[in-house]
């Protein structure tokens, strides 16, 4: 299974991006998928994530400003970014719950994505 991102960037704060995120491979359904951002640190925190029926869930720092969304039938996810902040400028990665046949579940990463905002 692979995660491919797209859709990072340069913005100026107070502006936009998108981003998406294509999964594919040997895949039967997927649970939840999300993003997760990674400042320079070692820490990874969560974003957004979205389960597989539509119910989505934010960090207290992104809600209001950033929405998630996802495609079943394509396996993509993504996440628009309205009113950014230079806090914002970090690595995204996309990350996924996949099942397979046999009900095994398995969580994928994507190679991340570069969102830099400047002030």
């Known amino acids: 299974v692979q995660l491919v991102e797209s859709g990072g960037g340069l913005v100026q704060a107070g502006g936009s991006l998108r981003l998406s995120c294509a999964a594919s491979?040997?895949?039967?359904?997927?649970?939840?998928m999300g993003w997760y951002r990674q400042a320079p640190g070692p820490q990874r925190e969560p974003v957004a994530v979205i389960d597989n029926g539509g119910s989505p869930k934010y960090a207290n720092s992104v809600k209001g400003r950033f929405t998630i969304s996802r495609d079943n039938t394509k396996n993509t996810v993504s996440l628009q970014m309205n009113s950014l902040k230079p806090e914002d400028t970090a690595v995204y990665f996309c990350?996924?719950?996949?099942?397979?046949?046999?009900?095994?579940?398995?969580?994928?990463w994507g190679q991340g994505t570069q969102v830099t905002v400047s002030s």
């Open positions: 990350r996924a719950i996949v099942v397979d046949l046999r009900g095994r579940q398995y969580i994928y």
């Open positions: 491979g040997n895949i039967f359904s997927i649970k939840d």
